[in-house]
């Protein structure tokens, strides 16, 4: 990956973070990108705070990376909010669905539109969209957040068919439980709904999977940069879960 230039974003922590320094140890020239930008800073990369909702900040990420480091040849679109806060879907607030198809949906989908045709111009690209176990399996009271990451798996295929003629590859990685900072919400809120501890809640989880644990960030960001690399030019338009041989 020596020269490449990578944009990540929710690289701030957390699964985006260690794709961010994994691909960085592979020799790409990486951009991070999250809202909050102390905790950017703390990574020791180049990054840039935006709003990857919005239609201007996922245009200002694209540019100032391309100003500091080059045209964009890796894309890991990894932020993304949870459904902590959401309800049953009869009591949902419909402004609920609409931040979250905002954050999780339309700014994957602008990040790809702006720097996808450059890729294709160019021959070679790489696209790689954080989905979730929850992108093939619906949750309860997540109508939001399972809608939009079942919307990043069909955009990543989506993309696969249009670029794929060029050199350029897109697949979504599906996680299942990960102990990140986004999760620990869930987990909160669904011990305060239970009136358990947020250990318990934990334990259950763990308890999905062959292997009695929940994942670490690294285990899902070292299949990300895998996607990123030469190595992985036959793979397209694929939805990979990495979730122990659990279920979910």
Known sequence: MNGRVALVTGGGRGIGR????????????????SRGAAELAAVGL???AADLGTTEGCAWAVAETEHRLGPIDLLVVNHGIGSAHERLVWEQDPAVWRETMRVNLDGPFELARLTAGGMCQRGFGRLVFTSSTAG???????SAYTASKHGV?????????????????SNAVLPGWVRTEMAENSAKSEAARREISVEQVWRERA??????RV?????????????????????????????LGGMW
């Not at 260690?18 to 592979?26: D, V």
């Not at 093939?136 to 997540?142: F, I, Q, V, Y």
């Not at 798996?153 to 590859?169: E, H, K, M, N, Y």
Request: hydrophobic letters at 55%; proline letters at 4%; a negative charge.
């Open 136 to 142: 093939e399996k619906a949750e309860r009271s997540g």
């Open 207 to 212: 308890a999905i999977y062959p292997q009695n």
């Open 153 to 169: 798996i069909g955009l990543a295929r989506a993309v696969a068919q249009d670029a794929g003629p060029f050199g350029v590859t």
């Open 46 to 48: 180049e990054y840039v």
């Open 18 to 33: 260690e794709a961010a320094l994994l691909l960085s140890a592979a020799g790409a020239r990486v951009m991070i990108v």
């Open 215 to 243: 994942l670490e960030p690294r285990e899902v960001a070292q299949v990300i940069a895998f996607l990123c690399s030469d190595a992985a030019a036959g793979v397209n338009g694929e939805a990979i879960t990495v979730a």
